[in-house]
């Protein structure tokens, strides 16, 4: 089978992710990396024994034998490296969330149907079997009408730094970095129903605040370099009627704001773990999927996109699914900045 041949813009922390993803997938080969920070790629290069590194990624963009570009820039550059890589022939991977931004989401979206060339976002929740199962439990109608949910991500303290809370590089904080995939799962889980308005509030008290718990391990973050949210709750209302509240949180003085689960007239479905109730025999009867199997999500994620690649489409996650949750993202900031009042969404013009 031919080879396909990688190349992978931004070689920070995530793009080692990648690599592993890529390493346990057959025949395919990263041949290139670069980053914009001196001798970075190179030193990712070496490190992988990938054999060309470039400051500038047009340079990479540059080979004809790249097909498949991995996009692992921070939030803020995501955009341009995909609309370039699309534009000079490749098929795009690019890192979650598609952008932080909704109108450079749209963009990503029109030039991947205008070159013909497929984007898949990187939200390796669509591979856990526990939400494809959900799915399918709620198409197949096992549940009657979804007319309520919630979804929500906790992290007690769990700001991060780096890149990730200036607004030079993440553009936005906990809402688009790990509110992504709250969202994503439940859009993808209810299958995408049209969101119309969406109500919001967002903080930042903690982080900006408060030090870094001093028994805390792991994270630790500047408080004076907080610039993006570390809190976000919205209300958001779909055209068909039904609702989502959205919760998501970097720090909060708690240990759980809730999970995800959703309300359907016939049963009801809770994640993490999933389980699934049905009013059967007069009584509430569990029919929790048992054994689901074990995954990768970087691995998984990048086999489906390099079999799409093989088999001529379509993205495993496309652009026209994720650009969803950029609406209500884009929602929740308009919302939030207006106090808190509601406010009509949808795709820019
Ligand atoms: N899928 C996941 O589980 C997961 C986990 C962490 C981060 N992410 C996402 O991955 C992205 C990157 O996160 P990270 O932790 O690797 O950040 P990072 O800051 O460690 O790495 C980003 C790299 O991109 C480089 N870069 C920026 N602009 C560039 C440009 N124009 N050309 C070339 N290189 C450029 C930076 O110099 C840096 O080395 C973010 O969007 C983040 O949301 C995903």
Same mark, same amino acid.
């Given at each position: ?8 813009? $931004?070689?920070?922390?995530?793009? %080692? ?7 346990k ?8 990396? #670069? ?9 990712? /290069? ?5 054999p ?16 498949? @570009?991995?996009?692992?820039t921070? %939030? ?11 534009? #000079?022939? &490749? ?20 030039t ?13 929740? =669509? ?5 494809? /199962? /959900? ?5 197949? +109608? ?20 780096g ?18 995939? #709250?969202?994503?799962? #439940?859009?993808?889980?209810?299958d995408?129903?049209?969101? *119309? ?5 967002m %903080?930042?008290?903690?982080g ?9 391990? +792991? ?13 976000? *709750? ?5 055209? !068909?009627?039904?609702?989502m ?9 708690? %240990?759980?704001?809730? +999970? ?49 690649? =093989?088999?001529? +489409? ?7 699914e ?7 993202? !884009?929602?929740?900031?308009?919302? /939030?900045?207006? $106090?808190? &009042?509601?406010?009509? @969404?949808?795709?820019?013009?």
């Amino acid at each position: 089978m031919k080879t396909i041949k990688v190349g992978v813009i $931004g070689t920070g922390g995530i793009s %080692n992710a990648h690599m592993g993803g890529y390493q346990k997938v057959k025949d395919v080969e990263v041949v290139a990396g #670069a980053d914009i920070v001196p001798g970075r790629a190179k030193e990712w /290069a070496q490190r992988h024994n990938v054999p060309h590194a470039f400051e500038d990624y047009r340079k990479l963009l540059l080979m004809d034998e790249i097909e498949l @570009v991995s996009v692992c820039t921070y %939030n803020r550059a995501h955009m341009q490296p995909t609309v370039d890589a699309l534009k #000079a022939g &490749k098929h795009v991977l690019v890192e979650k969330p598609m952008s932080d931004d909704l109108a450079e989401a749209y963009k990503m979206m029109r030039t991947a149907q205008e070159t013909g060339k497929l984007l898949m976002c990187a939200i390796h929740s =669509r591979y856990n079997p526990a939400h494809r /199962a /959900a799915r399918h439990i709620i198409k197949e +109608g096992a549940l009657g009408k979804i007319y309520y949910a919630e979804t929500a991500g906790t992290r007690r303290r769990g700001i991060p730094g780096g890149t990730f809370i200036g607004k030079e590089t993440a553009g936005r904080g906990a809402i688009v970095d790990i509110g992504v995939y #709250a969202i994503d799962t #439940a859009l993808f889980i209810m299958d995408f129903p049209k969101p *119309a308005a969406v109500s919001a509030v967002m %903080n930042d008290w903690i982080g900006k605040h408060s030090q870094p718990l001093p028994f805390a391990g +792991g994270w630790k973050w500047d408080p004076e370099k907080l610039e993006v949210e570390e809190f976000g *709750a919205a209300w958001v209302r779909f055209e !068909d009627g039904r609702v989502m509240v959205f919760k998501i949180s970097w720090a909060v003085h708690l %240990n759980s704001m809730g +999970g995800t689960f959703f309300l359907g007239t016939e049963g009801g479905m809770q994640m993490s773990p999933l389980q699934v109730y049905k009013d059967m025999f007069g009584c509430m009867v569990d029919i929790t999927p048992k054994d689901l199997p074990e995954y990768d999500g970087f691995r998984d994620e990048i086999q489906a996109m390099v079999s799409a690649i =093989r088999e001529g +489409g379509p993205s495993p996650v496309p652009a026209e699914e994720v650009i969803w949750t950029n609406v209500i993202m !884009d929602g929740i900031y308009r919302s /939030a900045l207006e $106090g808190g &009042k509601e406010v009509p @969404v949808g795709l820019p013009e």
